[in-house]
């Protein structure tokens, strides 16, 4: 199998369609309000497929077998996976109804691999117990990657990433696409749809302070401006509901004292050096 740099390299990028061998996948129109439903549409910049070339040609080619992605839209990003990581089985899944696409149903049956990549709609991946279930179902032999590009917010990506970060095996990946949007400019006005909801810069320094702590949950972390990756440690934890990601991270203790009483401490000994020294004239 050629290395994953290799894969990457031979993305051939066009104005509005990329190539990987004999595959096409068109590009979305980000200025057209809904996708078409007779070819594969893909919803990613060369900008952010370029951070994720620099990153995937560090790793080994054959290390994803298994995995599962939030967002599956115009069925572009699951043919573009499948195509750079030739996992043993692919799961997407998408809140949205489903959407038929002839360009992915030619796709499935021209390769014949309509027993390993699924596309389950209507799947809420803030849907715990659901996520916990199609793990059990699907991915016996635990995860290797996880893709979340589906809602990018806190209160669906949190409880996403707690149902599934303890089926992730030793050195599999879980990667969360634009977690950056809190920073960027189109995002900055009180009319924007997500004014009022948290962005995903706090579960990324939920993660960071996780990956910190003494323990091995997280092995690795590694944030760019297209995505974060986590990779797993080893620490292995319950994979029914009770997973908190609080619980693996680590702080000092005893903040409040720190900060009430040490900044007066030297106020503290300087009354009791001159209340010792007015005894001494006594
Ligand atoms: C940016 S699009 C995905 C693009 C696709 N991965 C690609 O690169 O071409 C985001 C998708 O996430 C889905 N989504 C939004 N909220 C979701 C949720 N709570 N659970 C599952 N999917 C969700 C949307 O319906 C949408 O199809």
């Known amino acids: 199998m050629p290395s994953l740099a290799a894969k990457f390299n031979s993305i051939l990028w066009e104005q509005d369609r990329v190539r990987i061998g004999d595959t096409e996948i068109a590009l979305h129109d980000f200025t057209?309000?809904?996708?078409?439903?007779?070819?594969?549409?893909?919803?990613?910049?060369?900008?952010?497929?370029?951070q994720y070339a620099r990153f995937f040609s560090q790793r080994e080619p054959h290390a994803f077998r298994n995995i599962l992605e939030v967002g599956i839209w115009g069925y572009g990003s699951v043919v573009l996976w499948n195509e750079l990581l030739r996992p043993e089985?692919?799961?997407?899944?998408?809140?949205?109804?489903?959407?038929?696409?002839?360009?992915?149903?030619?796709?499935?049956?021209?390769?014949?691999?309509?027993?390993?990549?699924k596309t389950l709609w209507e799947f809420d991946q803030g849907d715990k117990t659901k996520l916990q279930n199609l793990c059990d179902a699907e991915f016996p032999n635990g995860l290797d990657l996880v893709i979340d590009d589906g809602s990018h917010l806190y209160r669906y990506t949190r409880p996403c990433l707690e149902a599934l970060l303890p089926r992730l095996n030793e050195g599999g990946l879980y990667i969360i696409e634009d977690w950056a949007w809190e920073h960027w400019k189109s995002y900055d006005s009180l009319l924007h749809p997500w004014a009022t909801e948290e962005s995903l810069t706090k579960l990324v320094h939920e993660l960071v302070c996780t990956a910190g702590s003494a323990n091995e949950l997280i092995q690795d972390i590694y944030v760019c401006k297209g995505f974060v990756a986590i990779q797993r440690g080893g620490l292995r934890v319950p994979s029914v509901n009770g997973f908190k990601l609080d619980t693996y991270s680590q702080r000092r203790r005893f903040k409040f004292l720190r900060s009430a009483i040490f900044p007066f401490l030297p106020s503290i000994l300087g009354v009791k050096r001159q209340l010792k020294k007015l005894s001494s004239w006594g």
């Open 89 to 117: 089985k692919y799961v997407a899944i998408d809140i949205n109804k489903s959407t038929r696409n002839s360009g992915f149903e030619s796709y499935v049956g021209r390769n014949e691999i309509a027993h390993k990549v």
């Open 32 to 50: 057209a309000a809904t996708p078409s439903t007779d070819a594969c549409l893909l919803y990613k910049t060369k900008f952010l497929m370029d």
